[in-house]
């Protein structure tokens, strides 16, 4: 029996068509394709793509009317469905994939085993609390800091100027210092009480001539535009509602020559490969740090979300790939002129 081709519409074919596209996209029987009506979208909606469907699902009214007005003669003999599904809601957002599921089963067939991969939870943006940061800062991530460190000395330049994004406890600058006295390092976060025990941290080591700490949000920088010659920053994407405009800061004050280096955690698929790996990882840390990193994992993004949103932000000529079995990393190295 032949696949029954999908197509999914919204405007910007950012959020709500495309998550449709990924949940669907492992229920057998069907194709599944998205696009948006608007001039700016991700994918456009083409009269090829109307032609190519079996079955239409449209967000909203206007998208259904957009469609009818432009490709009358392509819709003949389609099927074109509205769900009613206003844009307020962000890529893969739960409460979205929830509706979804709900509304879209009443046309597909989607069993529950086929839809089993993990949903992403969010966790508190700031961890802000003086004990939660020197419980922080107290866990075993030297190994995991001094690799981040040595790949970002490999990507950037000689000198520079560097941008450190959600450092934490800057216990990575802090590593960079040793392998590159010549870069001056910004860092920044938005949790006081991070900062306050970095300042310990810099102070200890005394690097304070290359480091500068700074209470800033890393969604809306006070920096200008063009002024970094790196930014690396590791463990903020999942920390973040929508790492889309944290993303678009991010290219906006890197230089066009600028390097990049960014890690975060990989979101498993189910939540049994979850509790393994925090049995792995922090099986010998106390309940608290455990259940810190589990739901870590469980708040960030798979690679192919992040992929989306590197390419929504309009970040371009970076490489991004799974660096671990726990990690994706998205790089870019520093060039000399473009």
């Not at 999914?8 to 074919?13: A, D, E, K, M, P």
């Not at 939660?132 to 460190?149: G, K, P, R, W």
């Not at 100027?161 to 006295?181: F, K, S």
Request: net charge negative; glycine share 4%; with cysteine.
């Amino acid at each position: 029996m032949d696949e029954i081709k999908i197509l999914f519409v919204c405007s910007q074919n950012k959020w709500r068509s495309l998550t449709a596209q990924k949940i669907c996209e492992k229920v057998s029987g069907y194709s599944v394709r998205s696009a948006g009506t608007e001039k700016g979208a991700r994918i456009r909606v083409t009269e090829g793509l109307v032609g190519w469907a079996d079955w239409i699902f449209a967000m909203e009214k206007k998208h259904s009317d957009r469609l009818r007005s432009k490709f009358p003669e392509s819709l003949e003999g389609k099927k074109l469905i509205c769900l009613q599904i206003p844009d307020n809601y962000h890529y893969m957002e739960p409460e979205l994939v929830e509706l979804l599921l709900a509304l879209l089963g009443s046309y597909m067939e989607m069993p529950d085993n086929e839809i089993s991969f993990m949903q992403r939870v969010l966790e508190p943006e700031v961890m802000d609390s003086l004990s939660e940061a020197i419980e922080y800062d107290s866990m075993d991530f030297t190994e995991v800091n001094a690799a981040f460190a040595r790949s970002a000395a490999v990507l950037g330049p000689v000198f520079g100027n560097v941008l450190d994004a959600g450092t934490g406890t800057a216990r990575i600058p802090i590593a960079l210092c040793q392998l590159r006295p010549e870069w001056k390092l910004t860092c920044i976060d938005l949790s006081a009480n991070m900062l306050k025990v970095a300042a310990q941290n810099v102070e200890r080591v005394d690097v304070r001539s290359q480091i500068s700490l700074e209470l800033i949000d890393a969604k809306a920088m006070p920096y200008p535009d063009n002024y970094f010659d790196m930014v690396i920053s590791n463990s903020i994407i999942h920390h973040l509602p929508d790492p889309v405009t944290f993303l678009q800061e991010v290219r906006r004050v890197l230089k066009p020559n600028g390097a990049i280096f960014l890690r975060d955690l990989l979101r498993p698929e189910t939540r049994e490969i979850r509790d393994n790996l925090v049995e792995m990882y922090a099986g010998d840390c106390n309940a608290h740090q455990q259940q810190l990193f589990s739901d870590s994992l469980q708040a960030a993004f798979t690679l192919d979300e992040v992929e989306t949103m590197v390419e929504t932000a309009g970040l371009e000529r970076l490489r991004i790939y799974e660096s671990s079995d726990r990690h994706w990393t998205a790089e870019r190295v520093w060039c000399e002129t473009l």
